[in-house]
């Protein structure tokens, strides 16, 4: 009889997190999905900086 070397976990939902021994999904955090469209000052400065250097770069190439 051949048995697979890690043995599934029933309550994880994905096949790849299933198949994980359980020493590597003992520390995971369930982040919840509503912190993760949050909208932060980084956020905010990164978008800005990218249009910037790509008008710029626009620009340059223009003239």
């Given at each position: 009889?051949?048995?697979?070397?890690?043995?599934?976990?029933?309550?994880?939902?994905?096949?790849?997190?299933?198949?994980?021994?359980?020493?590597?999904?003992?520390?995971?955090?369930?982040?919840?999905?509503?912190?993760?469209?949050?909208?932060?000052?980084?956020?905010?400065r990164?978008?800005?900086?990218a249009?910037?250097?790509?008008?710029?770069?626009?620009?340059?190439?223009?003239i």
């Amino acid at each position: 009889m051949r048995r697979s070397l890690v043995l599934t976990d029933e309550s994880a939902r994905h096949w790849f997190r299933a198949s994980l021994p359980p020493h590597v999904t003992r520390d995971l955090i369930p982040i919840p999905a509503e912190g993760l469209w949050r909208l932060t000052m980084a956020d905010a400065r990164g978008i800005a900086s990218a249009y910037v250097a790509a008008s710029l770069a626009v620009f340059a190439f223009i003239i």
